[in-house]
């Protein structure tokens, strides 16, 4: 079983509306969450970071994370063609090896 | 792309053939990581280096070698290539205390024939 589990789409949605990106894990001791957005041929690019539990908010993307659930969420509101990219949850312990480790991706199509 | 140049950007070789990609930065970051990306796996940690000459493995650090010899080059060694070894890799970077915030090159492609 991996320690992140992300439905790899794709998700296709009409602009404007919302979009809800999720992914589970198995590993308590991540603290670190982020979401990076990965256009094609293209690096990835962070999006959002939070630390432990609670929302975060830049714009009109918002991230969740819940630890009791194992849980975390990106939101995207009034999606635009531009957001059309592939979605990567990445997650990182507080001690230890400070590496992260990475769901395989959600990929994203806005349509116009 | 943050100053990360990845090279080549392409490259096609063959099996048991050694492969040498390099990462080159020009943000004087302390930490430099090697990640492959594949369909279904995201990317997964090959090797990740701490500072000049110090490195250490990540989760699919068999088959892979890497050498750290000056803070902007971070270089990645395939000793002998394999058809398995063919993917995307990507060179990121971060700066000392931000490990969750990865700065990532273009990537290569590489195929093993």
């Known amino acids: 079983q991996k320690e992140v589990e992300q439905d790899p789409g794709p998700l296709s949605v009409p602009e404007g509306a919302i979009v809800s990106l999720n992914c589970t894990y198995s590993?308590?001791?991540?603290?670190?969450f982020m979401w990076y957005r990965q256009y094609s041929r293209k690096g990835p690019e962070l999006l959002m970071y939070?630390?432990?539990?609670g929302n975060k908010e830049d714009g009109r993307f918002t991230a969740q994370v819940d630890k009791s659930s194992k849980y975390i969420s990106l939101f995207i509101r009034d999606s635009q063609p531009s957001d059309s990219a592939t979605y990567l949850c990445?997650?990182?312990?507080?001690?230890?090896?400070?590496?992260?480790?990475f769901g395989s991706g959600t990929r994203l199509q806005v349509q116009p | 792309d943050a100053g990360i140049t990845q090279s080549p950007r392409h490259k096609v070789t063959e099996t048991g053939t050694p492969v040498t990609l390099r990462c080159h930065q020009t943000e004087n970051h302390r930490y430099m990581y090697w990640y492959r990306q594949d369909p279904g796996h995201g990317l997964r940690l090959i090797h990740y280096s701490y500072g000049v000459k110090d490195t250490d493995k990540g989760e699919v650090s068999d088959g892979y070698s890497v050498s750290r010899s000056k803070t902007e080059d971070f270089l990645l060694t395939l000793e002998s290539a394999t058809s398995s070894q063919t993917s995307v890799y990507f060179c990121a970077i971060s700066e000392e205390g931000s490990g969750e915030k990865l700065f990532f090159g273009s990537g290569t492609q590489l195929s093993v024939l």
């Open positions: 590993n308590s001791a991540f603290q670190y």
């Open positions: 990445a997650m990182m312990r507080d001690t230890g090896r400070r590496a992260l480790t």
């Open positions: 939070t630390y432990s539990s």
